[in-house]
């Protein structure tokens, strides 16, 4: 049975940094292309970044770009966010998100984060 | 960016009824389309991909149709569990949206 579990997040000043990490397990982690898509009341559902299966791709949504990250240790079975520069328009629930063929079928509970002063 | 526009915004019906839920695409996305139910508290869950394939341990009361701009979700017959939000993605072309949500409550 997939399980993806989002921790980091927390409160953070405009212009901060903060990191999520996506521990996975129930699959074969290093197949599997993944996904940040978040979700807050004034915007919905956003999709934010993807990495491929072997982390040598990764794209990402115009908005964050330059100022997020996403990597992927297939070691240890974990994808991570990166996030510096934050804005308020960023305070979302931060989804980690594993492919079903080419859509999102495997979604955590997702991770809080409150940008604000 | 390609716009997503689901209709109705809400729809009031009873256990038991028919829901037919609309979206459309500013331009063309083939079928690359999906639906997704999202339960209060929990995260979206896939229903249906690539317009009309459900996805695994989906019920066959669920079923979706259309191609190009033009898209529909239906559930044959209301579910208690089915009153829910539900959202519309494509993936055909520039980074992948999502439409903005129709809530089906019980009326």
């Known amino acids: 049975q997939v399980q993806l579990v989002e921790s980091g997040g927390g409160v953070v000043q405009p212009g901060g940094s903060l990191t999520l990490s996506c521990a996975a397990s129930?699959?074969?982690?290093?197949?599997?292309?993944l996904n940040w898509i978040r979700q807050s009341p004034g915007k919905g559902l956003e999709w934010v970044a993807v990495?491929?299966?072997?982390?040598?791709?990764?794209y990402y949504r115009e908005s964050v770009q330059g100022r997020f990250t996403i990597s992927r240790d297939n070691s240890n079975n974990t994808l991570y966010l990166h996030m510096n520069n934050l804005r308020t328009e960023d305070t979302a629930l931060y989804y980690c998100?594993?492919?079903?063929?080419?859509?999102?079928?495997?979604w955590g509970q997702g991770a809080l984060v409150s940008v604000s002063s | 960016e390609v716009e997503l526009t689901q209709s109705p915004a809400t729809l009031s019906l009873s256990p038991g009824d028919r829901a037919v839920l609309s979206c459309r695409a500013g331009?063309?996305?083939?079928?690359?389309l999906a639906w997704y139910q999202q339960r209060p508290g929990l995260p979206p869950r896939l229903l249906i991909y690539?317009?009309?394939k459900r996805a695994p341990g989906i019920p066959a009361r669920f079923s979706g149709t259309g191609s190009g701009t033009d898209f529909t979700l239906t559930i044959s017959s209301l579910e208690p569990e089915d009153f829910a939000v539900y959202y519309c993605?494509?993936?055909?072309?520039?980074?992948?949206?999502f439409g903005q949500g129709t809530k089906v409550d019980i009326k």
């Open positions: 998100v594993a492919f079903y063929g080419d859509y999102y079928g495997h």
């Open positions: 129930g699959f074969t982690f290093s197949h599997y292309g």
């Open positions: 990495i491929r299966h072997d982390g040598s791709k990764q």
């Open positions: 331009q063309s996305v083939s079928t690359s």
């Open positions: 690539d317009a009309s």
């Open positions: 993605q494509q993936r055909s072309s520039g980074p992948p949206t």
